[in-house]
């Protein structure tokens, strides 16, 4: 019973790492305007309406914002872009 459930949870994220086959690139952003609580879902919502981009995770205590997306679809230069019209000039974090 437990061997079955064990073997269930791997196929289950066997399943979850399928997306993972699709051309994804993820890169940090340092986003040094984001100082207050406000502040990371607004960069959050800028960088998640950018087109292709799939997922965008906030990192305030380092003021960073780390992000997911099709190469084939948008780039680094978009990304950028998109936190600058937000309010929120940010670097690629090398
Ligand atoms: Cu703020």
């Given at each position: 019973m437990r061997f079955k459930a064990l073997v269930t949870i791997l196929l289950m994220s066997l399943s979850l790492a399928?997306?993972?086959?699709?051309?994804t690139r993820e890169v940090t952003l340092d986003v040094?305007?984001?100082?207050?609580?406000?502040c990371p879902p607004n960069v959050k919502y800028a960088l998640e309406s950018v087109?292709?981009?799939?997922h965008a995770e906030m990192n305030p205590r380092e003021r960073q914002a780390i992000v997911r997306f099709d190469p084939a679809r948008t780039n680094v230069e978009a990304l950028l872009q998109a936190t600058d019209d937000a309010g929120y000039p940010s670097t690629l974090k090398h």
């Open positions: 399928a997306p993972a086959w699709a051309d040094m305007g984001m100082v207050c609580p406000a087109d292709g981009v799939t």
